[in-house]
Nanobody, 114 residues
Framework: QVQLVESGGGTVQPGGSLKLSCAASGVTFRFRAMGWYRQAPGKQRELVATSGGSTTYADSVRGRFTISRDNAKNAVHLQMNNLEPADTAVYYC??????????WGQGTQVTVSS
């Protein structure tokens, strides 16, 4: 059974940085894509960044966030710099198999507040 486990969330002041990590277990194959989504209270889940054949960023985070993958470990990371209160959300790791199956982590809370 595929499991995605996130780590690295927490509370930080505006302008600060956090690094999220996600590791997959129970897999013997490489995912077609891995990435991050987030969901703020009262809002829909939205894409933050993905890494597959190409790398995609939401306009709101481009230039501040960097996604990276470690294919040998089936892991994906999200370096978040210059964080803003609008970045406050639960961040979810996402992975897509070659067959198109989408897997989700349990989520990790990121709070940006002074």
């Amino acid at each position: 059974q595929v499991q995605l486990v996130e780590s690295g969330g927490g509370t930080v002041q505006p302008g600060g940085s956090l690094k999220l990590s996600c590791a997959a277990s129970g897999v013997t194959f490489r995912f077609r894509a891995m990435g991050w989504y987030r969901q703020a209270p009262g809002k829909q889940r939205e894409l933050v960044a993905t890494s597959g054949g190409s790398t995609t960023y939401a306009d709101s985070v481009r230039g501040r966030f960097t996604i990276s993958r470690d294919n040998a470990k089936n892991a994906v990371h999200l370096q978040m710099n210059n964080l803003e209160p609008a970045d406050t959300a639960v961040y979810y790791c996402n992975a897509v198999t070659v067959s198109g199956l989408r897997c989700w982590g349990q989520g990790t809370q990121v709070t940006v507040s002074s």
